[in-house]
């Protein structure tokens, strides 16, 4: 999956530290984190803090790296490996999801005390967001912070908050006034331990079986003011930007487990004997092998550029929105076409194939749904 035009000497001897690290503390665990529908997040970004692999591109003098975006990609790519798609989802939560924003619009204080710690491992984080009534339609949001002296009292629910169960913090976007525009919402880090938060409950998912997923419940909940990123009133438009990081992590963890669905339905047609030929040997089902391996390579070249536009400092949210679409549409196509090859035994739980299916639907659905995707590619073209 790498191209050493593109990744240095130095970016690839990372990129094999993560792989190692990937083979032997997350994918022997698998299974029973699947099984147990939690991965041990605070066990798991310890050993990943101590490595320096949840601040890849944050400040040296943060705990991070410092590290460009071709390091980065490698990172993403490398955890994509894993032989599911619900840790590398909780992993990309802390490093791509509930984290950006802090560093980019957050105070020192906000960084020392909860970026630092998260790039570190001691502090796991959520992004919260989606609630009952505003999942894509993100300006619907109903949760509210209300400024009251030194504090914020927070008030409202969010769902499908990935990390939910475990986090120590919320990276989380209110309703500051009642005023309509975008100018209406702050966007707050609000610790888990304090009165007024509480876990509704853990949520049940058909796929991402290994990563917890939460209901969360707020309660006249008073965060220290100091806890609001960059200004009151912003917050809207400062998510509007995280979200960029958060769909860019999604495509190349989607091109690579895609990549790994293909080679292990190749090597099942190649075993699977039918009216006595290997399934590899119909035509159909190689034009369909090529066709989604032209589509992976597409995704890949078009996060490849993505890659270059953020390196030059150019905006990128036209491509990433298209990579976002891209990667939906690919999920759909390849992970339902290879259990398809598989037959009756893709049906099977034991089966890779089977895990990855229900594990990739998720893509044309979080972080703005596929139909979210092509409007805002409409708007942008000026339709």
């Known amino acids: 999956m790498t191209s050493n035009i593109y990744f240095s000497k130095e970016t690839e001897s990372v990129r094999r530290s993560i792989r190692e690290f990937v083979k032997k503390e997350i994918n022997p665990n698998v299974d029973e984190w699947e099984e147990k529908g939690l991965t041990p997040l605070h066990d798991l970004f310890a050993k990943m803090g101590e490595l320096g692999f949840l601040g890849i591109r944050y400040p ?5 790296q410092g590290l460009d975006y071709w390091y980065d990609l490698a ?16 992993i990309a939560v802390q490093t791509h999801m509930a984290t950006p924003a802090i560093h980019q619009f957050g105070s020192e204080y906000l960084k020392e005390t909860y970026l ?8 796991v984080g959520a992004i919260a967001v989606t609630e009952p009534d505003a999942g894509s339609d993100v300006f619907a949001l109903k949760t509210t912070a209300r400024k009251e002296g030194d504090h914020y009292v927070i008030n409202g629910s969010k769902t499908f908050i990935t990390n939910g169960t475990q986090a120590d913090f919320l990276t989380l976007l209110a309703r500051t006034r009642d005023e309509p525009g975008y100018h209406s919402f ?8 304090l009165p007024g938060f509480k876990v509704s409950k853990k949520l049940d998912k058909m796929g991402m079986r290994s990563s917890d997923t939460a209901e969360l419940y707020f309660d006249d909940m ?4 100091e806890n609001l990123i960059g200004e009151e009133g912003e917050g809207f438009i400062y998510q509007m930007q995280q979200f960029q990081h958060e769909r860019f992590a999604v495509l190349p963890l989607t091109y690579v487990s895609a990549q790994r669905a293909i080679d292990q339905t190749v090597e099942y047609l190649r075993g699977r004997v039918v009216f006595g030929k290997p399934l590899i040997a119909k035509q159909v089902n190689r034009h ?3 066709e989604w391996t032209a589509d992976i390579e597409s995704l890949k070249q078009i996060t490849y550029h993505i890659v270059r536009l953020k390196t030059a400092g150019q905006d990128a949210t036209r491509e990433i929105s298209i990579g976002k679409l891209l990667a939906g549409k690919l999920s759909r196509n390849v992970f339902d076409g290879c259990l398809q090859m598989h037959g009756g035994m893709g049906l099977m739980n034991e089966m890779p194939i089977s895990r990855a299916y229900r594990d990739a639907k998720l893509t044309s659905i979080g972080g703005g749904a596929s139909e979210v995707m092509c409007d805002v590619i ?6």
């Open 288 to 290: 369909r092998l090529a």
């Open 116 to 123: 630092k710690a998260a790039i570190n491992g001691e502090m």
């Open 222 to 225: 008073k965060v220290p003011a």
């Open 75 to 90: 990172y993403l790519e490398e955890i994509g490996g894993a032989d599911c798609s619900g840790v590398p989802m909780g």
């Open 60 to 64: 040296e003098e943060l705990g991070g």
């Open 378 to 383: 409409a708007k942008l073209e000026g339709w």
């Open 186 to 193: 702050g966007l707050f880090v609000v610790p888990t331990n």
